[in-house]
């Protein structure tokens, strides 16, 4: 199986790439150049936050952890800051210039009637400028278009004005649990390494007028 980017032109010099699995097409160079940039914009937002270790300063472990999540049914979405009039046309444009990635989201399918959204992801750089509202919007389009009701995702206690931001969007709490009972507690730091510190909530928000 092969990775292959496809390109959408999307709002003048904001171009949306879509990252998923395909059989036919051979694996392309630019694509890992992508990949290397998401990784790297991952694992800055993260430590960005201030609740992991800053050594080793990384969450994603590299581009092959992504190709496993793509390989699992997963899509990401990935916001590219792109000035070439000409990349509406669907081309591929030769080197990406990693440092032009304003966010990124992943999504994937749990059943019929779920789609995951997570590793919602914005440049820390590239904050407050609405790319995390617009990565939102585009995967409720997504999930209408594919017929799921719901959309779920993660949240860590840790994080309250994305809870705020999460209820302000209609998603409700339906479940928590300790971090230690889905990863590892190595990379946070020692003092939230305690059992029920650090608390995954999930988050429903039901797609059914």
Known sequence: MSFVPTFVYQKGIISMLVLTLDESTEQSICFDDCLRGMVATINEAYVFEGHFKADPRRIVNGIDQLKHEISQEGVFTVLYQDEMDGFNTGELPEVVDLSKIVGLVKTRRLDEQRLYLGMLTVSVNQQGKGYGKYLLENVTKLAKEGNYTIIELLVINLNPHLLT????????????????????????????????????????KSLVN
Do not use: H
């Open 165 to 204: 931001a999460y209820s302000k969007l209609k998603y409700i709490i339906i479940d928590m649990f300790w971090w230690g009972d889905m990863y590892s507690t190595d990379i946070l730091k020692p003092e939230l390494r305690e059992k029920n510190k650090v608390l995954f909530i999930k988050m429903q």
